[in-house]
């Protein structure tokens, strides 16, 4: 089984900062991409920032220069630090990690339980 758990989610005011993590464990032989998504109510889920195995990072328009994502491979646990945090940015963050299991098995997605994050003043 593996298990992926998040932190880090609050109330913030605007302009504020926030650090979320997500820490997977269990039978793991690789982890490829990491990511962490949002959705807020009435809207679909978007992606927010992703960052492959080799350490190349993109992002959402929106966040640009504002958030940053980061990955510690021998934890096997992502970060998303969240600056400059707007009302716009309040939704459920999810973090989502590709990994293998085993070597010989295809990679597969796996979800956080998902982190509330609200920006209001």
């Known amino acids: 089984q593996v298990q992926l758990v998040e932190s880090g989610g609050g109330l913030v005011q605007p302009g504020g900062s926030l650090r979320l993590s997500c820490a997977a464990s269990?039978?793991?032989?690789?982890?490829?991409?990491m990511g962490w998504y949002r959705q807020s109510p009435g809207k679909q889920r978007e992606l927010v920032a992703a960052i492959t195995d080799s350490g190349s990072t993109n992002y959402v328009d929106s966040v640009k220069g504002r958030f940053t994502i980061s990955r510690d491979n021998a934890k096997a646990t992502v970060y998303l630090q969240m600056n400059s945090l707007k009302p716009e940015d309040t939704a459920v963050y999810y973090c989502?990690?590709?990994?293998?299991?085993?070597?010989?098995?295809?990679?597969?997605?796996?979800w956080g339980q998902g982190t509330q994050v609200t920006v209001s003043s």
């Open positions: 269990g039978r793991i032989f690789s982890i490829n991409a």
């Open positions: 989502n990690l590709r990994l293998r299991k085993l070597a010989i098995v295809p990679p597969t997605d796996y």
